[in-house]
T-cell receptor
Framework: AQRVTQPEKLLSVFKGAPVELKCNYSYSGSPELFWYVQYSRQRLQLLLR??SRESIKGFTADLNKGETSFHLKKPFAQEEDSAMYYCALDNAGGTSYGKLTFGQGTILTVHP | DVKVTQSSRYLVKRTGEKVFLECVQD?????MFWYRQDPGLGLRLIYFSYDVKMKEKGDIPEGYSVSREKKERFSLILESASTNQTSMYLC????????????FGPGTRLLVL
């Protein structure tokens, strides 16, 4: 069975400090991984996906198949990065395309 | 711009009541999803639909049912609400296929007394 684990429920950093939100997964096939974010009083939205290899709002995430990880990183955190972050795995295959398995979420707080 | 709307932002119901949560999307998406969001548990998939009248159980379908009579509308039904169904409910939609972005509604916070 697919599983996504985010080991930190809460993460606090100061503005300008590097930040890393951890995500580990278990999946027998080729993983398709995403990070979703929910800012205060906003709806959940896509932040980035590994297939695009893009940097959004200064965040990047590298898929490490050896360690089965997809950690989200930003070199210099900003106060507006404070939000709930979810790592998610796409359960590819058959009619289950597009179905996501989410992690437990990490609340990031960036202090001034 | 994709828009996913949910019928209520807040709902208070009594134990045993039948509860309907409605979700509508305006982008002709094939896939629609219902999740519940609980602190420390993340998002858990309740039900999923990949076409009109088609549905598939998610990870926690017990106590819930769904209906998709039209492509744009996906309803979540709590046949007999219980206090452990107090939660935030999120609807999402996406195009069919792999690696498609899911677009979420604003959520319905349900309190069952």
């Amino acid at each position: 069975a697919q599983r996504v684990t985010q080991p930190e429920k809460l993460l606090s950093v100061f503005k300008g400090a590097p930040v890393e939100l951890k995500c580990n997964y278990s999946y027998s096939g080729s993983p398709e991984l995403f990070w979703y974010v929910q800012y205060s009083r906003q709806r959940l939205q896509l932040l980035l996906r590994h297939i695009s290899r893009e940097s959004i709002k200064g965040f990047t995430a590298d898929l490490n198949k050896g360690e089965t990880s997809f950690h989200l990183k930003k070199p210099f955190a900003q106060e507006e990065d404070s939000a709930m972050y979810y790592c998610a795995l796409d359960n590819a295959g058959g009619t289950s395309y597009g179905k996501l398995t989410f992690g437990q979420g990490t609340i990031l707080t960036v202090h001034p | 711009d994709v828009k996913v709307t949910q019928s209520s932002r807040y709902l208070v119901k009594r134990t045993g009541e039948k509860v309907f949560l409605e979700c509508v999307q305006d982008m002709d998406h094939e896939n629609m999803f219902w999740y519940r969001q609980d602190p420390g548990l993340g998002l858990r998939l309740i039900y999923f639909s990949y076409d009109v009248k088609m549905k598939e159980k998610g990870d926690i379908p017990e106590g819930y049912s769904v209906s998709r009579e039209k492509k744009e509308r996906f309803s979540l039904i709590l046949e007999s609400a219980s206090t452990n169904q107090t939660s935030m409910y999120l609807c999402a939609s996406s195009r069919g296929g792999q690696q498609e972005t899911q677009y979420f509604g604003p959520g319905t916070r349900l309190l069952v007394l």
